[in-house]
């Protein structure tokens, strides 16, 4: 009998890599609620329109949908509430005074559960992509895919 739950859970933000330009990556916890870790270990989270911030010197992410679990009671939780990060202190300082540069954000791009089964968060410090920059991406990729089929042949 296969469990509906499942430990070997990696969520992407596929969207992240086209859009933003990723510079460095962190792994953040996450503080959750009860059902949101069911929810999460179901794989029912969407990424896409995260985003994070900075509130007295802690570290926020908002715009993650985790799906409500459906054998939830009146404890259930809310679907896109903000969820505070934990990182080390000095990592917070050094994000903090990155993101305060113009054109620098911090993504969501990956959420995972950890061997000891504790969902994790990879952030990326990004930087907005302009439309010539998304045009180079698809170019590159099509090379790519075109020689990929050259070799098959």
């Known amino acids: 009998m296969k469990s509906r739950f499942s430990n070997d859970i990696n969520i992407r933000n596929r969207q992240a890599g086209f859009e933003y330009e990723l510079l460095d990556k962190y792994i ?13 270990r179901e794989g029912k989270v969407n990424l896409q329109d995260g985003f994070c911030y900075f ?3 802690e570290l926020f992410v908002k715009g993650i949908n985790i799906t409500p679990y459906a054998q939830g009671t009146h404890y259930n939780h809310v679907a896109t509430r903000e969820r505070k990060l934990l990182l080390k202190r000095a990592e917070i300082k050094k994000l903090e005074t990155k993101t305060e540069e113009k054109g620098f954000t911090l993504i969501p791009t990956r959420l995972f559960i950890n061997d000891r089964g504790l969902a994790k968060l990879e952030i990326a410090l990004a930087r ?5 920059d998304k045009r180079d991406s698809i170019r590159e990729r099509d090379a790519k895919r075109e020689l990929n089929r050259l070799k098959l042949k």
Not at 28 to 40: C, P, Y
């Open 55 to 57: 509130n007295n010197d």
């Open 28 to 40: 953040a916890g996450m503080v959750l609620t009860g059902t949101e870790i069911k929810s999460i």
């Open 128 to 132: 907005g992509k302009k439309l010539h």
